[in-house]
């Protein structure tokens, strides 16, 4: 040994031997740090995670089910379906006191006493026309009337010269001072008519209307046999903001068909109400007697008999005048509505004087004989096989779903108070290639109903994994399957009732997660 | 880039350093560098001096784990992932990842009277970082066993670390035959600071509903060389980086040192070194971290998630552009502010010692010391017992025993020969690496210097504080 550490040559070779060994039992593989086929990072474990979570009242729910705008909650929150119609103006003031529109024509032709002279120079000169006609109207006789709208427009020619002005008056119309209305009629001015709006109409005889016309011409060649002209008188868009006169009976029918929904238009089933409370009332402002005779009045639906809403039929209602809506029906019913959907309809004739030209009246645009039908049905019905199926798409192929994501337990908890148990059936859909790809829940009950007010609680938990987890990720539908069932109790909704839910998972994932995934 | 930056001073954090490790060098009684532990130290030497191999030290700490644990393999033995359920089986309730640096570019002292004049320039780096396991086992692990408020996982991170260069005048001065004194000071300039005020991330995870329960409070300050700037477009590539951007950021410090021998055989020292600050000036910036209020998911500086709503969901699996401003907006809960900062000074990891020794012969001694550090994370206390001979007059070895806070086992050796003129020499202070408690580290101080014997002393007969 002395000698071999005192040899210098030996001294290396230990050393040597000493290193390669060292490197044998301690060095590892150079392949170790070669991080060309590295992919990412090996790891396990669980996540658990919100999902979702709602709290719905029931007037939330109704909101939600776009349904809420028919829905009267009282103080103690208990519910109704209300429907409500109001049309005013079934008979109006506006549309009586209208006239039809005019055309009246008329020629003129008086004999030249002095014809073939023509004068050295042009000589002004006027003539003097007259026209009488009336106002067409079926429902009304004026003899005095504030004027609302309406025009006239003339149109005057003539064989005699040229004209230059024409002079028009009417003793019918009368301006703000209660003068006869004058309007000057200045073709190259191109003034040709005038509004009577805000003018008065005064006449003895109904309806009657009369101008006079003094036509200023320049003349010089008098050469015809006969002097001519022609007159046109267009009149257009005429109303009374006021008259007095007389009024015939006036008849309109109207007809209300309208379509509405007590739940959402994807629930099927029946509902049997009782208690339900149709009103009718009615306001006439005409100052006049009228009459309104309904002679239909019903609820209809699919595959159900009608209900009828109002009897006997046909109901005559005098409408008195008032200036307040007066209530002229109001009587209980009892019937089976769809759950979904169903129609309201009422056809009905409203009559104004009904006794006709008897009186002198006066009337202004502003009367209208208006109704109003409400309909209130209590939300304490019985279901009967009541159902409700709905659709959400999803694209749940968009998002990647990696291999190290072994398994989805999704869990669901619902806290309610609302009166009815919920039977549910999740099925996931492919459209795409039109199939079922995965059952989440079947008949799972997921609310239990609550009969006391206290909140029921049901936890249900839907695990996926594997291939099935595949599956449900390329569906881009959900469809959700619901039964309402509550032993054949009354159901009584009250707007205090809610919904709570929970959706929350555990995402356990197990694998390689890979650089080129994080992106 | 904000989260870029944020990455930077993760790797920062992580290469840097604790500066607690009990040197045996500094009982290897005729190595110049033991006055790197006690400025009053009296050396044998009429001078020494050393350029650029005088004295190199390097610890590392880093978690329990081994390297070739922490991955899978393929076939042909390369690593195909990294497997973070080993990582985290790694980990302690606390680590720490540290690197500390210490350079010593030139040294130069020589003998006036009875003292001995000193000047130096090194180079030193100290970073640190500390977390813990609960982090780690919440990303690997996943929050399952983690549900409840009693289980909320609290993450206190600390990156603290600074690069410097130090130039040292020190002056050591034999009083009378049982006192010697020393005294050091230096004048630095920062090259690059990293100083967390805050980093605390909680993470609670409601067991009934499964709401995440997110807070932060990010607060650190870093001055940077000139090779990143802080831009409207964030942290950038900047420059040039000359010589002059290693002397913007200055600061002072301190060495102080006592020997008082109280006879032929006992003598006790204490030292106080590295008793100072560093101003920095250039290129300061400041993160902060904290949950912004950016809608619904913002409750009191919490983010706090307790699911979609139901129309959320659905646009959420059937709506990509709503998909991904989600996902965009969920970001700004999170959003990390970058900005200029003013001047800020980071004191330096001050210890200080106190050491008795006794000289059972000239050729053996032995010392028990008694050392702390006060760091960013609390104070460091140490002790050591030591061992230091000379054998031949060529040979010099010492042996070191030091328990320290969570690492209660740490056996150091140092061998030292003198050859002629020159002074070679390595050392370790965890030659076992046993016992380390939450994480592992290794260091080595090693060098050469050249010196003059004052007179032709052995080693053990006339070292000056032995007599």
Redo the contacts between chains.
Sequence with gaps: MKQLIHNPMKYNRLLICLALFALLTTSCSKNRFDFSDFKGVQTKGTWALPIAHGNYTIPHLMQRFEIDSMIDYDPSGNMSFNFYHEQLGVISGEKLLTFDDLLVSEHYEYPNPIPGLVLPVPVDTAFNLSKMFSFESENIEVLSAKMKTGHFDFDISSNVGQIRQVEISSQEIKDVDGNDFQFIYDPELGITGFDVAGLRYETDEFNALSFDFKVHVTVQDLSPLDFMFDLNIDGSDFSLSEMSGYVDAYTTRTQIDTAFSVFPDNMSGTLAVEHVMVTLSERNTFGLDAVVVIDTAMVSGDNLAPISLVSPLPLVIDAIPSMDFTEVYNQSLDGVLNAHAGNFYITSNFVVNPLGLEDLVTVTDASAIDMRVNVNVPFVFKMDDVHYIDTVNMRLSEISTPEWIKKLTLELTFNSTIPFDLIGNFQMYDSEHNVITDTLLEDATLITASYDGQPSIENVTIEIDGERLQRVMRSNRIILDFDLKNDGRDVVLNANQSLRFNLKAKVEYDGVIEFNQLN | MNRLFLALALVMAVATSKAQEVSPVAFLRMNPYQTNTNVATDLPYYCYFSVGVGNFGASIHYPRFRF?DL????S??????????NFAKGLSDQNSVALNLNENIWTFAYRVGDGMLSFGHNYRAQASSEFGYSLFKLL??????L?GEDNATQVNFSFDGQAYNEYAVGYQLKINKHISVGARAKLLFGIANVTTDAFDLSFF??PD????HIREDIGMRFSLPRLFELTDDGLTAGGPFGLADFYHNPGLGFDLGINYRINNRFSVAAAVNDLGFIKWNQNNMELVGKINDAGQFYDDDTFV??????D???LI????SY?RMFLDTLKEYFNFQLDETGGYRTSLPTSFLVRGSIDVNEHNRFSAQFQGCFRSDGFQPAVTLAYGGSFFDKIEVSGTYTMMKGSLVNIGVGLGFNLGAFHIYGATSNLFNINTGGSKWRDIQAGIVFNLREKSDKIGTTTPDYF
């Design positions: 070739r991955f899978n393999y393929n042909d033995d390369s690593p195909s992932t990294f497997d973070l359920v690997v692990y996943g929050n399952e066993s549900l995870t409601d509903t499964y709401a995440l998630f307790e699911g979609l709503d139901v959320q969901l659905q699996v059937s709506d990509a998909r």
